[in-house]
């Protein structure tokens, strides 16, 4: 009886007509791969597409994932039970032999203890039975250091998405396997070479100190007039509004001890308001908010004059010393300088630490906070809780995007949120205000907001769980059980915060072309942006949470936990078709901050494109991926510096050998596929 054609296992994956050649396919045997017929035949239900925004959809997803964790817990069980019986080791329980004291797993732990054999010769590996000797070799396959930025794409370490300016560099693993699916070489030798800032010796950073002439009138204030007149704009603005970090009040104090006895030699109390004063007028300059540009404030002197008193302020532990290293921060960070900003943001906590804003005022040690221990009131308590969530928030942004570990441990504080944060329908009311209204019906509307950063507090907080719970180094060390246990729980959290948003500001699950058109973009700008940042930032912890299952050894034998892939890749999708809808609303001094968001997403469509460049998606996402270069600059509205310019050209260069590679890959799958539907018709 002649044998019925059927197709192998790689073209019946890959959708492919095969010849069915023995002992190997015509495909296989141009890409060296083995040409089996395991699979299990039998037709197969074709299920629904479930509707991005279906109530199920939730259901669904975590049911995935729940089979994937079965199967690898009794995977686990399986491959302990084959040990025991090849190595005649004692019986453990599956949780005892998963770590090991000094922080080895269980498997290179038992390899470490069984390295001599009894009769005194070294245990080489010989003998070992098959599923032993690939356990061995997935384990020394896996990460030996990870951050948010790190891509594990399907099995592969494709490369970090977290350098400083936004662009990815691939690893040479990534490298390989984009030859391996495009038939070419790529070439990312420029951007590669440059790498993040602190592992280069290129002085590409504005200097500390002001040039010769500037220092012989270093300490001269600015007119006090133009700065009262700063502070005013500053707090009547949206962006006072989202980085309250100064109170008209408050500051006129710092102000009157700044420029009292000018002549006279500077005490440490004077130096930290002098301080102060300078940051505050580099963070206004920064900000870009109307009326300032207009005024002709000199940042970059300003700048340079805070940088050289750090030294003397840190002899002195008071609000103005930290509101002065934390104004210092953001103003890095919005010129994009992330090394700097990463390096002065980690003093403004520890001198948050010390003025003892991690803890609530009942919970302080008066130890710490000695100095004010005279000036505590009402305010100043609210004052130090609002900055802390300040730095907190920034803290958890300067990891993701530097790729370090945080400077501020959870275990260690206060995280209870504000009780207004936990009003469902604060945001309902933040949008129905408008910031269009006189300054004291503006400052009453403001007041009525306890938190007021761009994004939100409580993902914040699971953004922070997520980097240890899938991202630490005690990460690294997890089976695949527990990181798809510790991927579920998270994404239940996550979908737990996205139902708690109100309806006008709640990010939907996958953000579609057609729901561009609900975006009002007659809303004042601090509101779209506040919009725009919560889905950003939502989308972006839904990739990072899937993500994490690209380094289940699972992927080894071919086959993934394809469900959370699925949800990496539309995450990254709606992130930039919502980049598309709202660009003209988010403002160009978040043009550092946003950035890092598509470039991110961008990465994670590549990869799947190369991963399936037969899906009916791939030339819309090919598509989508060839505007977004243009999409990055139409947020950058004011003239170019000449670090813009070289940032730009960088961006350009990267998305066109970005879409070349993705369209060798989708143009060398499209004969193989042209030759199945010709046979089919015939």
């Known amino acids: 009886m002649t044998r019925k054609k059927r197709a192998c296992d790689s073209c019946h994956r890959r959708k492919i007509q095969c010849d069915g050649v023995l002992p190997q396919c015509n495909f296989c045997f141009h890409n060296g791969v083995t040409c089996t017929f395991s699979r299990i035949l039998g037709a197969r239900k074709r299920t629904p597409k479930p509707s991005g925004n279906s109530d199920k959809d939730l259901a669904r997803r975590i049911e995935r994932i729940e089979l994937a964790l079965d199967a690898a817990q009794k995977n686990l069980a399986a491959r302990i039970l084959e040990s025991r019986e090849a190595d005649g080791s004692e019986t453990t329980s599956?949780?005892?032999?998963?770590?090991?004291p000094n922080g080895q797993t269980g498997d290179s732990a038992t390899a470490s203890n069984n390295a001599t054999t009894p009769d005194g010769h070294k245990n080489t590996g010989e003998g070992l039975s098959p599923a032993t000797t690939a356990r061995k070799a997935r384990s020394a396959g896996r990460p030996k250091s990870s951050n948010f930025g790190t891509l594990h794409f399907a099995g592969f370490h494709v490369g970090e998405i977290s350098s400083c300016n936004g662009i990815p560099f691939f690893s040479p693993n990534?490298?390989?396997?984009?030859?391996?699916?495009?038939?070419?070489?790529?070439?990312?030798?420029?951007?590669?070479?440059?790498?993040?800032?602190?592992?280069?010796?290129?002085?590409?950073?504005?200097?500390l100190r002001p040039d010769d002439n500037v220092c012989v009138t270093t300490w001269e204030l600015p007119d006090k007039a133009l700065v009262e007149s700063c502070v005013r704009a500053y707090c009547s603005s949206s962006f006072g509004h989202a980085f309250p970090i100064v109170e008209p009040e408050e500051f006129q104090t710092t102000l009157d001890l700044a420029y009292e006895d000018e002549g006279s030699p500077l005490t440490i109390e004077a130096t930290s308001a002098k301080a102060c004063l300078f940051a505050f007028m580099t963070f206004v300059h920064h900000s870009r908010m109307e009326h300032v540009g207009e005024i002709g404030i000199d940042g970059q002197l300003y700048m340079s004059k805070a940088w050289q008193l750090i030294p003397q302020i840190m002899h002195?532990?008071?609000?103005?010393?930290?509101?002065?290293?934390?104004?210092?921060?953001?103003?890095?960070?919005?010129?994009?300088?992330?090394?700097?900003?990463?390096?002065?943001?980690?003093?403004?906590?520890?001198?948050?630490?010390?003025?003892?804003?991690?803890?609530?005022?009942?919970?302080?040690?008066?130890?710490?906070?000695?100095?004010?221990?005279?000036?505590?009131?009402?305010?100043?308590?609210?004052?130090?809780?609002?900055?802390f969530w300040m730095t907190y928030t920034l803290d958890k942004e300067v990891s993701v995007r530097t790729g370090l570990p945080p400077s501020i441990e959870d275990d260690y504080c206060d995280l209870t949120l504000p009780q207004a944060h936990r009003d469902p329908q604060l945001m309902v009311r933040e949008g129905a205000g408008s910031l269009s209204n006189t300054d004291s019906t503006r400052r009453a509307w403001l007041g009525t907001f306890p938190t007021t950063l761009p994004g939100d507090l409580t993902l914040t907080i699971?953004?922070?769980?997520?980097?240890?719970?899938?991202?630490?180094?005690?990460?690294?060390?997890?089976?695949?059980?527990?990181?798809?246990?510790?991927?579920?729980?998270?994404?239940?959290?996550?979908?737990?915060?996205?139902?708690?948003?109100?309806?006008?500001?709640?990010?939907a699950l996958a953000f579609s072309e057609d729901a561009a058109s609900s975006i009002d973009?007659?809303?004042?700008?601090?509101?779209?942006?506040?919009?725009?940042?919560?889905?950003?930032?939502?989308?972006?912890?839904?990739?990072?949470?899937?993500?994490?299952?690209?380094?289940?050894?699972?992927?080894?034998?071919?086959?993934?936990?394809?469900?959370?892939?699925a949800i990496t890749v539309q995450a990254s999708r709606s992130?930039?078709?919502?980049?598309?809808?709202?660009?003209?609303?988010?403002?160009?001094?978040?043009?550092?901050?946003?950035?890092?968001?598509?470039?991110?997403?961008?990465?994670?469509?590549?990869?799947?494109?190369?991963?399936?460049?037969?899906?009916?998606?791939?030339?819309?996402?090919?598509?989508?991926?060839?505007?977004?270069?243009?999409?990055?600059?139409?947020?950058?509205?004011?003239?170019?510096?000449?670090?813009?310019?070289?940032?730009?050209?960088?961006?350009?260069?990267?998305?066109?050998?970005l879409t070349r590679l993705a369209r060798c890959a989708i143009d060398r799958i499209s004969p193989m596929r042209d030759t199945e539907a010709a046979m089919e018709l015939d």
């Open 521 to 565: 973009k007659d809303m004042d700008r601090h509101i779209i942006m506040k919009k725009s940042i919560i889905h950003f930032e939502y989308h972006y912890l839904s990739a990072a949470i899937h993500r994490a299952s690209g380094r289940c050894s699972v992927w080894a034998g071919g086959e993934g936990v394809s469900s959370s892939v």
């Open 316 to 387: 002195q532990v008071d609000v103005p010393s930290f509101q002065t290293l934390f104004m210092l921060c953001m103003s890095s960070m919005f010129m994009g300088d992330f090394q700097r900003g990463s390096v002065v943001h980690a003093l403004a906590c520890r001198v948050l630490f010390m003025l003892g804003g991690h803890a609530q005022p009942s919970q302080r040690s008066t130890t710490n906070n000695a100095v004010y221990r005279a000036e505590r009131n009402k305010w100043l308590e609210s004052h130090l809780r609002q900055m």
């Open 575 to 657: 992130t930039l078709i919502y980049l598309r809808a709202a660009a003209d609303g988010i403002t160009e001094t978040a043009f550092w901050l946003v950035v890092f968001y598509p470039m991110s997403a961008t990465l994670t469509l590549f990869c799947n494109i190369l991963l399936d460049p037969c899906n009916a998606q791939a030339e819309d996402d090919l598509d989508l991926l060839c505007t977004i270069p243009s999409l990055i600059m139409s947020i950058k509205k004011s003239p170019l510096t000449a670090k813009e310019q070289a940032y730009f050209q960088e961006v350009n260069e990267f998305f066109a050998e």
């Open 174 to 207: 990534g490298q390989n396997w984009i030859r391996s699916r495009t038939g070419q070489d790529p070439t990312f030798e420029k951007l590669l070479a440059t790498g993040p800032p602190w592992h280069s010796t290129k002085e590409n950073h504005a200097p």
């Open 94 to 100: 599956p949780s005892a032999s998963s770590y090991h």
């Open 462 to 507: 699971i953004k922070s769980k997520t980097y240890r719970a899938l991202y630490s180094t005690a990460a690294l060390r997890k089976s695949d059980a527990e990181l798809l246990r510790d991927i579920r729980e998270l994404d239940e959290e996550l979908e737990r915060w996205r139902c708690s948003v109100p309806q006008p500001f709640r990010p």
